[in-house]
């Protein structure tokens, strides 16, 4: 018997909570509270990892000035961090051959937590990015926050409630990826 049953029902719950989430760059500037926070870090913790690595160190940011000066990581690409409830860091042992991928399913499942909850969320690419002062988004980032001298940023997830609800665009957005299986994938 498979100890991994079929699960039609979660599986289609899931999906659609991949097709429902979009990047959402305004929020209220209300702070999320820590007990959401708590459940969107977890579902970032409980990531695949390569050869079971863990590689990823994360920082919480709740304080509303350093997730202002945040803004700076990037030139022009982090300004929805000045009403964002939250930011979550996400930074990895770069001796671990599989961090950057191992972080970005940590990011993706962050992501995917946070709109099922009703949140906004914006991946702010940090890893071989210049912040707004010209130097690395990596070398900012260590301005504010105390990394590990072997940790480097991959990215911010920004994180709030969203400003409006979501349009017709997003309607506009979903057609355009159904047709994605017919250009995008070949099976063999």
């Avoid at 304080?63 to 022009?76: A, C, S, T």
Wanted: overall charge negative.
């Amino acid at each position: 018997m498979n100890q991994y049953p079929k699960n039609h029902e979660t599986a289609a719950i899931i999906l659609q909570a991949m097709k429902n989430r979009r990047s959402i760059r305004n929020y209220t500037g209300e702070p999320v509270p820590k007990e959401d926070l708590d459940l969107i870090v977890e579902a970032g913790l409980t990531s695949a990892s390569g050869h079971a690595e863990y590689p990823w160190k994360i920082f919480v940011v709740q304080d509303m000035e350093l997730i202002h000066k945040l803004v700076g990581v990037r030139q022009g690409a982090a300004n929805m961090l000045n009403n964002a409830g939250a930011a979550i860091v996400v930074t990895a042992d770069e001796n671990i051959s599989t961090w950057i991928e191992d972080c970005s399913i940590v990011l993706t499942n962050m992501h995917l937590l946070a709109d099922a909850m009703g949140y906004g969320s914006c991946w702010i690419q940090g890893r071989c990015r210049d912040a707004a002062d010209g130097g690395s988004a990596d070398a900012f980032v260590r301005t504010l926050i105390d990394l590990p001298e072997n940790f480097q940023l991959e990215a911010i997830l920004a994180i709030g409630i969203p400003e409006k609800e979501k349009t017709a665009d997003d309607a506009a957005r979903q057609a355009k990826r159904a047709g994605f299986a017919k250009e995008k994938v070949t099976y063999l």
